[in-house]
């Protein structure tokens, strides 16, 4: 009997709290970020929401002020007036406008640079369709796209590098996933050509992940070369056996 009573509690418990978390959004919406970023992009919309909202609030105290200000006052019904108005504000910025998941036929837009911190957005909003395994690379991908958008910085948009990146990253990738989605739930655990589609899922996004890092690093080799040689340079000029500069043996 007390086994029966504890399972009840628990299972009242488990479905208040999922009652609880779709009513803020679904579970799913309260993970992290994968990125940098997608994290800006979900910091530049909350800025935008509450700088309406500061706006609104604004608008309504000073209206209501200059109301009060030509008719001598507003009155109890009108600061209650002012107050709804408020909390119905409160209420509309603070919910809208919703951050908009880019859609599938528009990552592909833009700069690369651009296109990198669209596809991690979007990349986000699949992951609760993912089978654990393929979740856990896309959300480790999330770093490797930070990276890779570092090194897009400023390169020409003609580039053969960039050109393999909007590939891999724009059409490949969400083509992948959104073939993985498009097979029904119950098929994705059976075997078809010795692999289930979970895993040949998760066998391709960790490809893909490899590939990001080895474009990353072709880009950073330029960068890695340039500090090496200014190294050299800086070693060989003022390293240990170098000659010190006849201006600084006077100042010692």
Known sequence: MNDLTRDSERILSEGKALVRD?????????????????AKVKRDHLMKKVR?????VAT????????????????????MAVVVA???????????????TPKRADINKGN?????????????????ALPPPAAKIVSDMGVQLDALGLQLDGLDQ?????????????????????SYRRIPANLRT?????????????????????????????LAEGSLDDLAIKHRYLD???????ETSPQLENKS
């Open 158 to 178: 003609n580039h053969p590098k960039a050109r393999e990146v909007r590939s891999l990253v724009g059409e490949q990738l969400p083509e992948m996933i959104d």
């Open 52 to 56: 309406n909202l500061v706006i609104a």
């Open 112 to 128: 690369v640079q651009q296109m990198v911190s669209r596809t991690e957005l979007w990349l986000e909003a699949q992951r609760p």
């Open 190 to 218: 059976e075997k078809r050509a010795g692999a289930t589609p979970d895993e040949q899922l998760t066998d391709s996004l960790a490809k893909i992940s490899g590939e990001i890092d080895s474009i990353t690093r072709q």
């Open 236 to 242: 060989y000029k003022f390293g240990e056996g170098a």
């Open 22 to 38: 779709n009513r803020e959004g679904g579970r799913h919406r309260r993970a992290p970020s994968i990125g940098q970023g997608s």
């Open 86 to 100: 408020t909390a119905i504000a409160t209420a509309i910025f603070s919910s809208y406008p919703k951050i908009k």
């Open 60 to 79: 309504i105290w000073v209206g209501a002020g200059i109301a009060g200000a030509i008719f001598s006052g507003i009155g109890f019904w009108g600061v």
